[in-house]
């Protein structure tokens, strides 16, 4: 089996999840899709990139994305820096033909996707977009049940993804909380929820949306005694048309108090209902209208699945199906398709496309949020 070099450009909390799921590949999967050298670590200054290095136990560190995407020794390219960033590094990481693992969204905004979009023709690498919570056996097992034709037509959904980070008011100005960052719940959380309903549902026809600024400023981040202007939105409700004439609501919040990491999602079709919430990711509840009822309720009513850790081969069982599963776990599913299909040479899902499409989307939702006016996706 070949040994792929990695290259990964950031050194923050993803680039710890990213390697947690190379560390512990082995132990999940049997066999592995390939072995791997940990290469070359990219940070933003010498101490934090050496300090990144070490930790991560990556072989070089370096302060140059470039020593990442142009080098001809590296084979996989992990883009985990703030969202401003991905462009260039996604520019340069394609023209030298790395197989390509970016973490959401994939750029800042439409324009800059529509650069990624105008670069694929002449890419020849593999890409995968980072959005993990496909990858969690409860929204497997929905994703199967829907093409099964389980729910019919869906008439209706909602989903959400909610934080409370920014319900205090002197939490600093971060650059996931600024427009020049590519912050913003749309773009944070938005991308999440955006991408893993359009899994479910299909595609959108057209996005209504309203968003607001919760504290008009916040404490600069170098200086809290600084108070900065906020331009970046705290929460964000869209309402959502399918081509059929479904319709559903999708809230992206940082503004939630009480909540943790929750994203949840409800399908009212035909002939069944599904839902999730990821404070509870070892079941997937669904509804089949085709149960009999009775006099005092017969069989209808919500049967939870027990999904729990249960995923198919290659996966060696481990720690074991019915140990419950969490948020790393998905990660490392994520990562290891996207791994098999490098291995494979065959196109990875969700691709650099699905990147596009969604970043599409969360334009049409600021577009609407700006004019008071619903935006077609057609």
Not at 116 to 138: C, D, K, T
Request: proline share 6%; aromatic share 8%.
């Amino acid at each position: 089996m070949k040994v792929v070099n990695v290259g990964l450009i950031g050194g923050g909390f993803m680039a710890r999840t990213d390697v947690h799921g190379y560390i512990n590949l082995h132990l999940h999967y049997e066999p592995v899709p390939v072995e791997f050298h940990l290469h070359t670590l990219c940070h933003r200054t010498p101490e934090k990139a050496e300090h990144a290095r070490a930790l991560l136990g990556f072989e070089r560190a370096s302060t140059d994305f470039r020593e990442v995407t142009e080098s001809p020794e590296i084979d996989l390219v992990h883009i985990c820096t703030p969202n401003h960033l991905h462009k260039e590094e996604l520019l340069s990481a394609m023209a030298h033909g790395k197989h390509i693992y970016c973490h959401k969204p994939l750029v800042v905004n439409l324009a800059e996707a529509e650069q990624i979009q105008s670069a694929l023709p002449g890419y020849e690498g593999i890409a995968q977009m980072v959005f993990n919570y496909r990858f969690l056996p409860a929204t497997i097992r929905a994703r199967e049940l829907i093409a099964e034709g389980f729910l019919g037509r869906v008439l209706s959904f909602r989903g959400a993804y909610l934080h409370s980070g920014s319900v205090d008011p002197d939490a600093p100005l971060k650059w996931k909380r600024s427009r020049a960052g590519g912050g913003g719940a749309i773009n944070d959380l938005g991308s999440h929820i955006l991408d893993l309903m359009h899994m479910l549902v299909g595609d959108y026809e057209a996005i209504g949306c309203t968003t607001s600024i919760t504290f008009a400023d916040r404490p600069a981040l170098d200086d809290p005694s600084r108070r900065v202007p906020v331009d970046a939105e705290d929460a964000a409700c869209m309402t959502v048309r399918l081509p059929d004439g479904g319709i559903g609501t999708l809230e992206a919040s940082k503004i939630a108090t009480g909540t943790q990491d929750e994203l949840r999602f409800e399908l009212h079709g035909e002939t069944g209902a599904i839902r999730f919430n990821l404070m509870y990711p070892n079941w997937l509840e669904v509804y089949d209208t085709r149960q009999p009822g009775g006099p005092t309720g017969g069989r209808q009513g919500w049967q939870a699945i027990d999904t729990v850790q249960r995923y198919p081969t290659p996966a060696a069982g481990f720690p074991g199906p019915k140990c419950s599963i969490g948020w790393l776990r998905a990660h490392m599913a994520c990562l290891h398709n996207f791994l098999a299909a490098a291995s494979r040479g065959e196109p990875a899902e969700p691709d650099l496309a699905q990147g596009i499409y969604i970043q599409r989307v969360m334009s049409a939702a600021h577009q609407s949020a700006q004019s008071g006016h619903w935006v077609s996706l057609k």
